[in-house]
């Protein structure tokens, strides 16, 4: 099993994301950590921990950083609805997930501590991953790679050129994609034809436990419209991890923009290498939508 950390804000897709990586047979889920995200770190960390209460998983969670580095906190609410996860009305856990230790340095303890490296895989905007490099950087030696959700290689959602995960922590990003590790980014140009429709949603409902939670969740998931779609974007770094093969990856220099006046928050991705840095991630360009699905209905089906 390859031994994994998430770094995560949920967030419905981030609800799906888990829930496929949780139950996955491939995957050894170490640690949960929370960051502020599309809501408020109280609120993603008490997500995640109803989260796990449903899928009965005693994974521990260790809560991260409550604002980005620089920016001021901006939220995902018109997406994920007030409380991040709005829609399904949950059990309230019978016990704490909390462990007593901030995200960082619960990260820091379980990578010194495994004796194969770690794959990070951080699904919200990167604050703790950037405070982690930055306080711990002998972290970096066993760390196997970070597969993250972020970024566009054109268009954005929550600006111009910006994807969320990024602009929410422009700087943390940017600490990131310069750490010389060996980094995937999952970002909008997949997460955009990672697409659940109607009749898919509609199978969930009565699949299992999760699946009727999962349902619920999306009749709310940008407002309750599903006619175009609704884009599992989180997910879309976990079938990086398990199916790699559904993906076209382009591997190139990456940098994040802090200060354009209209594109602050941005990747920039220099295919054509003009600006002659060596590359530092490989990028995933395209997905195969169908092998997704198929992946995605397959997966959720060995859940709770
Ligand atoms: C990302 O932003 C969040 O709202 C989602 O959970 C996902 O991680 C997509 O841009
Ligand atoms: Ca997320």
């Excluded at 796990?52 to 620089?70: H, N, R, T, W």
């Amino acid at each position: 099993k390859r031994p994994i950390i998430i770094d995560t804000d949920p967030g419905i897709d981030d609800a799906v994301a888990l829930a496929i990586a949780l139950f996955s047979e491939e995957l050894d889920v170490r640690l949960i950590t929370t960051v502020a995200g599309n809501v408020g770190l109280d609120k993603v960390t008490y997500n995640a921990e109803r989260l796990l209460e449903l899928f009965q998983k005693d994974i521990p969670v260790a809560m991260g950083a409550s604002e980005p580095l620089i920016k001021k906190r901006i939220e995902a609410t018109n997406v994920h609805g007030d409380s991040g996860m709005g829609g399904y009305e949950f059990a309230e856990p019978t016990k704490s997930y909390l462990i007593n230790e901030n995200a960082v340095n619960a990260m820091r303890r379980v990578i010194m501590e495994s004796k194969e490296p770690i794959t990070l895989v951080p699904i919200g905007p990167l604050t703790n991953i950037a405070l982690l490099l930055k306080m711990y950087p002998e972290v970096k030696e066993n760390i196997a790679e970070i597969v993250l959700m972020g970024g566009s290689t054109g268009r954005g959602n929550a600006g111009v050129m910006a994807e969320y995960n990024i602009f929410a922590d422009p700087e943390a990003a940017k600490i990131v994609f310069s750490s010389k590790l060996p980094l995937v980014m999952v970002g909008l140009d997949v997460g955009w034809k990672a697409l659940v429709y109607p009749e898919d949603s509609q199978k969930l409902k009565d699949m299992n436990k999760t699946g009727s939670m999962i349902y619920q969740l999306f009749q709310r998931y940008r407002g309750g419209s599903m006619k175009t779609g609704l884009k599992m974007y989180d997910s879309c770094a976990i079938a990086y991890l398990l199916k790699p093969e559904m993906f076209t990856v382009e591997e190139t220099f990456v940098d994040i923009e802090l200060n354009g006046s209209m594109t602050a928050g941005c990747t920039v991705v220099d295919f054509k290498g003009y600006l002659g840095q060596e590359n530092n991630a490989k990028v995933c360009t395209d997905i195969d939508p169908d092998m997704f699905k198929t992946w995605f209905m397959e997966s959720l089906a060995k859940c709770n």
